[in-house]
């Protein structure tokens, strides 16, 4: 199971950070990543974290967004800084092995 947190209100500019926690056992090799889906749109990629640690991010946060993990709480973050308005989504935590799960949206609504 995934548990998801963190969402909010934020002001545009403002920060946030989503946390994300996996229960159960996990195999040693993973990914994990953060999605979106803003209303009328796609589910997309934010970013990904191997078990490893290596990242990616879409273009359009790399630079305010940082993903990351302690694999010894099994946890996801994602810290976002200067939100804009288009951050606007619910956010989801998804995490791979061999399976595939997905957690429950959070709102983060960015506001003028």
């Known amino acids: 199971q995934l548990q998801a947190s963190g969402g909010g209100l934020v002001q545009s500019g403002g920060s946030l950070r989503l946390s994300c926690t996996v229960s159960g056992s996990i195999f040693p090799l993973n990914v994990m990543g953060w999605y979106r889906q803003a209303p009328g749109k796609q589910r997309d990629l934010v970013a990904g974290?191997?078990?490893?640690?290596?990242?990616s991010y879409v273009d359009s946060v790399k630079g305010r967004f940082t993903i990351s993990r302690d694999n010894t709480t099994n946890t996801l973050y994602l810290q976002m800084s200067s939100l804009k308005l288009e951050d606007t989504a619910v956010y989801y935590c998804?995490?791979?092995?061999?399976?595939?799960?997905w957690g429950r949206g959070t709102l983060v609504t960015v506001s003028s």
């Open positions: 998804r995490y791979r092995d061999v399976k595939d799960y």
């Open positions: 974290i191997s078990s490893g640690g290596s990242t």
